[in-house]
C-alpha cells in the first residue's frame, strides 16, 4: 500500500548510514510501489554535491548496498528523478531558505537526523525558525541516543523545545526486523504461549546478539562507547521489553509504550557479580581490539554478559541473561525461552531431565523452532529425546519472505504513516539509561578491566560461569 506524498529532507545525506541503509531502503520500497509519484528525497549535507552529483552518489550505493535487479531496467533512473540535493550549514544561515524554497505545502514533510547527535539541537532549532518544518513534520533521530542518562535528557529537553513527542521518530533499527515485531504476533497472537509466560513456567530466558565483526573503521566511536551503551542500553534492552512486557491493550503507539517502559523500570539494579565485560584479545593471526583503537590501554568492553530480574508478580524470580560482543565465533541473534522441568517424571530419572526451549531466531534464518520432548525411535524402551519444531519463516512464507522489508525500510514508511509504535519513546531511552549508568560507573570506581576473550570465540570463560554457577548454560553462538 503506497504511503502518503511526502517530502523527505536527509541531513548527513552523504554519509554511511544514508549510503548503506536510508537510501538503499527507499529504493526498495520505490522498487516495491511504496513511493508515490512526486514525492521528494532531499539530501542536505555541507558539501557542493548539487542534484547531478548526489544522484550520482545514490545511484552508486544502490547498486552497491540495494537490490540490484532493479538498478538496470530503468526504475532506478525514474527513483533518481525523486532525488534532490541542497547545500547546508547546520550550524549557520547557508542553504536554508533555499532547501525551504524546495519543500512543498500541504504534503508530509519528515526530517531525518543522520548526523552526529551534537548536531540536533541546531538542526531542530532552524527548521522552526527558518519555517521549514510545521506542527504536522516530523523529525527522525538516530542512536545514539546520548551516552548516559544527562546527556539523553538534555537531548530530550533540546528536541522538546522544537518538536511535540507525537512528532519525534527515536530510531532503534532492532524493533524493525520482521522477527522483532513477530514476537509479539507470537506472544499476543497465540493462546498458546502467554498463559505459560511467567516465572511459574519459565525457568530463565536468554537474549543472545553474537556478532562476528570486529570494530574495524568504527574505532573512534566505539571505543567511547563500548558494547553496554551501543547495543545492551538499546537493541536488548528493547528485546527485553518485547519477551516480558504485559499485552498492552491495543497494538497503538503508547499502549505498547507504556508497557516496554514498566519493564525497564521495574528492572533491579544489576549486582556487579552479575556482569561480565570482556575485550577481544590478540592472537598470532588476527589484531585485538586495541589495534582497532587509538588508545593502546583502552578498556572498553566488546563483549558484555550480565544476569538481570525483573521485580513484578510476572516475573520475580527468573533470570534474564543477556549477552553481546563482536568478534564472536558466529552471527547470531535469538531469544530463547527456557521452560522449567516438567514436575514429575513417570518414566524415571533413567529417561533425564527435559525441557521445552522457545528460541526466537533473529538472524540469520529467522524464525523460530520449539524443542519438545518424544520417545526416542526404535525397541530400546522408553528413552527420550528433545526434538525441534522447526520453522523457518523463508520456508514458511516461500517467495513472500524475498518482500519483507529490512528494518530502515519499514520504519521510514512508518515516520510518513505517523506510526510511532515502533520507535522509542523520550521517557523509556532514559529509563534504559537510568539502568545502564550505574553498571558503567561500576566499572570505572573499580578500575575494572575487561576480560580478554580469544576471538572468534564464544566469549571469556566467565561468562559461561556465569551461567554455570546457577546451574545453566548458555546455548551454543553458531
Ligand atoms: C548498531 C551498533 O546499532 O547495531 C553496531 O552500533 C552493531 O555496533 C549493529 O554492529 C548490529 O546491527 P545488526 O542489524 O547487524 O544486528
Given amino acids: 500500500i503506497p504511503v502518503e506524498n511526502f517530502d523527505l529532507v536527509i541531513f548527513g545525506a552523504t554519509g554511511d548510514l544514508a549510503r548503506r ?3 538503499p531502503g527507499l529504493f526498495r520500497r520505490y522498487c516495491a510501489g511504496q513511493i508515490p509519484e512526486g514525492s521528494q528525497i532531499i539530501g542536505a549535507a555541507r558539501s557542493d554535491e548539487g542534484d547531478e552529483g548526489f544522484r550520482k552518489t545514490v545511484a552508486e550505493a544502490i547498486r552497491e548496498f540495494g537490490s540490484g535487479s532493479h538498478c538496470e531496467d530503468g526504475t532506478l533512473d525514474q ?13 549557520g544561515e547557508a542553504g536554508w531558505q533555499e532547501l525551504k524554497g524546495r519543500l512543498r ?3 508530509i514533510k519528515a526530517f531525518y537526523f543522520s548526523v552526529a547527535p551534537s548536531l540536533f539541537g541546531a538542526l531542530a532549532e532552524r527548521l522552526r525558525s527558518f519555517g521549514l518544518a510545521d506542527d504536522d513534520s516530523r523529525v527522525v533521530v538516530e542512536k545514539p541516543f546520548g551516552h548516559n542518562l544527562e546527556t539523553a535528557r538534555a537531548l530530550n529537553q533540546t528536541l522538546a523545545q522544537h518538536f511535540d513527542e507525537h512528532q519525534i521518530y527515536r530510531i532503534d533499527h532492532y524493533l524493525g526486523k520482521e522477527t522483532v515485531q513477530n514476537l509479539m504476533a507470537v506472544r499476543f497472537g497465540n493462546m498458546l504461549f502467554e498463559p505459560l509466560w511467567n516465572a511459574q513456567y519459565v525457568d530463565h530466558i536468554q537474549i543472545t546478539v553474537a556478532e562476528t565483526v570486529d570494530v574495524g573503521g568504527r574505532g573512534g566511536y566505539y571505543d567511547k562507547s563500548g558494547a553496554m551503551r551501543d547495543m545492551v542500553q538499546n537493541h536488548l534492552m528493547q528485546l527485553l521489553c518485547l519477551i516480558a512486557m504485559e499485552p498492552p491493550a491495543r497494538f497503538e503507539p503508547d499502549a505498547v509504550r507504556d508497557e516496554k517502559l514498566k519493564v525497564i523500570r521495574a528492572l533491579d539494579p544489576v549486582d556487579y557479580h552479575h556482569i561480565v565485560r570482556g575485550q577481544y584479545g590478540a592472537d598470532e593471526n588476527q589484531p585485538g581490539y586495541r589495534a582497532h583503537v587509538e588508545d593502546p590501554r583502552s578498556r572498553t568492553e566488546s563483549f558484555v554478559a550480565l544476569k538481570c530480574h525483573i521485580s513484578n508478580w510476572r516475573w520475580a524470580g527468573t533470570p534474564f541473561y543477556l549477552r553481546t560482543g563482536k568478534k564472536l565465533k558466529a552471527r547470531t541473534s535469538e531469544i530463547a525461552v527456557v521452560f522449567k522441568d516438567a514436575p514429575h517424571s513417570i518414566f524415571g530419572t533413567d529417561a533425564g531431565q527435559h525441557r521445552n526451549v522457545l528460541v526466537i531466531r533473529l538472524q ?3 524464525g523460530m523452532t520449539l524443542d519438545v520432548t518424544i520417545k526416542e525411535p526404535g525397541p530400546g524402551g522408553m528413552r527420550l529425546l528433545d526434538v525441534p519444531l522447526d520453522m523457518s519463516f523463508a520456508e514458511a512464507l516461500g517467495a513472500e519472505a524475498d518482500e519483507v522489508p529490512d528494518a530502515y525500510e519499514r520504519l521510514i514508511m512508518d515516520v510518513i504513516r505517523g506510526n510511532q509504535t515502533l520507535f522509542m519513546r523520550g521517557d523509556e531511552v532514559e529509563a534504559a539509561w537510568a539502568w545502564t549508568d550505574p553498571i558503567i560507573e561500576g566499572w570505572q570506581n573499580r578500575g575494572e578491566v575487561p576480560k580478554p576473550y580469544e576471538p ?5 570463560e566467565d561468562a559461561l560461569m556465569l551461567m554455570h554457577r546457577d546451574g545453566r548454560k548458555w546455548r551454543e553462538i553458531k
Fill in 21 to 23: 541503509k536510508i537510501l
Fill in 79 to 91: 527513483f533518481l528523478e525523486c532525488i534532490h540535493y541542497e547545500r547546508v550549514d547546520a550550524m
Fill in 105 to 107: 505545502d500541504n504534503v
Fill in 364 to 366: 540469520p534464518n529467522e
Fill in 456 to 460: 572468534g570465540s564464544s566469549g571469556p
